[in-house]
């Protein structure tokens, strides 16, 4: 069956039986077409001639085009869906493009809030009741330490010296623990909320040794500490949907590049982190780096 014949057929198929929408039907198409047209000027008339090399070469055409990833990917996603179609319908005697994978996506750098964001979202809780100086607590704690939040709460009291060092014992992954410099701001708003609210949630409970408690005096769940923030970064004005919502690990990410960005070395934030790796850490310096391009775009007179 020539190619046009079996993309005919492969797109009535999505269309009566797997019931994809117009617009996604359409984008098949030109992908489809365009895989076609490509095929064609190879010389190749029948859908059993393809063999992987074409497939590949296919990838090839559309990035060397300039095409983007993503559109890349649904391209390739839709000649993979022809050929499965193909051999599904005894069109051809195997599967040419099982073995040809669509580019990865670009990683996303993390999106870190700048200084006055911050500072909006941790002026957010109200300090004058228990769970209002538990939240501003939570929320200095894990910007002020780049605690993860499985990290924050799952610290116990034990866990925290404010007295002399002004340092937190942080428990990691795999096991790892690590002790990390608790700063004045999340040291004052730590004291507030054992001083004056904690003992009022712990007497709702059962003694507890975790910092921070629910209203019920038990150890507050991830979940728990994650609505806190969504609700905060609401309260905030800051995004809570999206690629680049605001959640506990957008703290650490701004933890993180607000220390390069003050000069840190890259191997004392890995440390701090928690990081087995510094490949890990160095994601950073490209946000700041890209930060700094930023910052130039906008301010030199001649950056464009």
């Not at 911050?118 to 780049?146: I, K, S």
Request: glycine content about 8%; hydrophobic content about 40%.
């Amino acid at each position: 069956m020539t190619p046009d014949r079996a993309i005919a057929a492969y797109l009535d198929h999505l269309g009566v039986e797997r019931g994809l929408s117009r617009n996604t039907l359409a984008s098949y198409r030109r992908d489809l077409h365009r895989y076609a047209e490509q095929l064609t000027a190879a010389g190749i008339e029948d859908l059993d001639q393809v063999r992987p090399a074409d497939v590949t070469r296919h990838l090839a055409t559309l990035r060397e085009g300039g095409l983007a990833s993503s559109s890349a990917a649904r391209a390739i996603s839709a000649v993979r869906g022809l050929h499965r179609f193909a051999v599904r319908e005894r069109l051809v005697g195997h599967d040419v493009a099982a073995g040809v994978h669509p580019p990865a996506p670009p990683k996303r750098l993390p999106k870190a809030l700048d200084v006055d964001q911050v500072n909006r979202l941790l002026a957010v809780p109200a300090a004058d009741t228990p769970l209002g100086l538990r939240d501003r607590a939570l929320l200095e704690f894990l910007y002020g330490t780049g605690a993860r939040i499985s990290e924050a709460v799952g610290a116990d009291i034990d866990d925290l010296d404010l007295t002399n060092d002004n340092a937190a014992v942080l428990r990691g992954k795999g096991g790892r623990t690590r002790l990390v410099p608790v700063g004045g701001y999340a040291k004052n708003a730590l004291q507030a909320y054992l001083v004056r609210a904690r003992p009022t949630l712990a007497d709702a409970g059962r003694g507890t040794p975790a910092v921070f408690l629910n209203a019920r005096g038990g150890r507050l769940s991830r979940q728990s500490a994650w609505t806190v923030l969504h609700r905060c970064a609401t309260a905030a004005g800051l995004p809570v949907d999206g690629p680049y919502a605001v959640s506990p690990h957008t703290l650490r990410h701004s933890y993180a590049t607000h220390l390069l960005d003050g000069g840190a070395d890259v191997r004392v934030v890995q440390e701090l982190l928690g990081h087995a790796s510094v490949t890990t850490t160095q994601v950073y310096t490209l946000v700041t780096v890209e930060r700094l391009r930023e910052v130039y775009a906008t301010s030199h007179p001649r950056a464009r």
